[in-house]
């Protein structure tokens, strides 16, 4: 089986890379072309819950990172 990977690009949408099925919250399955697909982080985009690039366009900025917890 293939690996998932999701990955937080900067000050942009998460980029999910490997099979996956995307379904809303009532379980609707989404039709995804391809092994790669952009979900939208900044709420903003027309194509939710796709990102259509317009977290370049409104100024989105993101301030989360992962945190680090310290190893005892």
Do not use: W
Not at 14 to 32: A, F, Q
Request: hydrophobic share 30%; aromatic share 6%; charged share 25%.
């Amino acid at each position: 089986m293939a690996e998932v990977r999701i990955k937080v690009r900067e000050n942009g949408p998460y980029l999910v890379t490997g099979p996956v099925t995307l379904t809303d919250c009532d379980g609707n399955v989404y039709e995804v072309q391809g092994e790669n697909i952009a979900l939208c982080r900044c709420g903003q985009s027309s194509t939710k819950p796709f990102c259509d690039a317009t977290h370049k366009r409104c100024g989105f900025v993101a301030t989360e990172r992962a945190v680090t917890v310290p190893q005892e």
